[in-house]
């Protein structure tokens, strides 16, 4: 396991639950106390959140939140990014595990999906400031939202996120985005299927480059 193939598993599912938030947040003002861990957003939500880490403008840097000595955090607004930490030092992968790193290597996006996709929070919310930005993990047990028909969200939300986002590798992004909704697609070569009750739901197919050609799903 590396990094990139880490973020491949988990971007579309995170940035499916970025969706969601932004449906409730999207134009709020937005606030953190670290003594209480509460992320607010104007007088409409409030959840509780820890920091996964800080991007600095000024040297174009990375911080991982575990690392940052300076501001003396408080523990428990930490122990996600020390799962990530301990995940890095397993697997090998430095991204996770190293402290410090060039936002050309990471930024707080793409770790803040790998942290929603591997479990550790709902979402991520990237807050600016005046030096930076800080990366906030929500991590309330629930949100207030709801997803009923998930086959027909993956389908509508797939290709937008391929044609948004740059997806490495399609077939392997797609089934896990399909098993973050608990659905086993069956695998062959170029293709994933979805059936329930012997019946076809979904058929994504890909090129030799598991690049997606067609996703056709039954939607009834």
Not at 45 to 61: K, R, W
């Amino acid at each position: 396991m590396d990094y990139d193939t880490l973020l491949n598993q988990h971007l579309c599912f995170a940035f499916d639950r970025q969706l969601l938030l932004a449906d409730l947040v999207e134009d709020l003002d937005w606030g953190y106390d670290v003594s209480t861990g509460l992320l607010t957003f104007g007088d409409r939500y409030e959840f509780q959140a820890e920091i996964l880490g800080t991007e600095a403008a000024g040297d174009s840097s990375w911080l991982w939140s575990w690392a940052n000595e300076m501001s003396s955090l408080p523990p428990e607004r930490t122990q996600a990014a020390l799962e990530l930490k301990q995940l890095g030092e397993g697997e090998g992968i430095p991204e996770l595990s190293d402290a410090r790193h060039s936002l050309s290597v990471v930024n707080g996006h793409a770790l803040g999906m790998i942290a929603v996709g591997q479990k550790l929070g709902q979402a991520y919310y990237h807050g600016p400031h005046a030096q930076g930005a800080v990366l906030l993990l929500i991590v309330e047990p629930e949100m207030p939202w709801s997803v009923d028909h998930s086959l027909q969200r993956i389908t509508a939300n797939f290709p937008q996120i391929i044609a948004q986002m740059e997806v490495a590798d399609h077939k392997n992004a797609l089934f896990h985005y399909l098993q973050h909704y608990g659905l086993e697609p069956k695998v062959s070569a170029h293709a994933l299927v979805v059936e329930e009750d012997g019946q076809e739901l979904l058929q994504a197919t890909f090129d030799e480059l598991n690049r997606l050609q067609e996703l056709k799903a039954s939607l009834s």
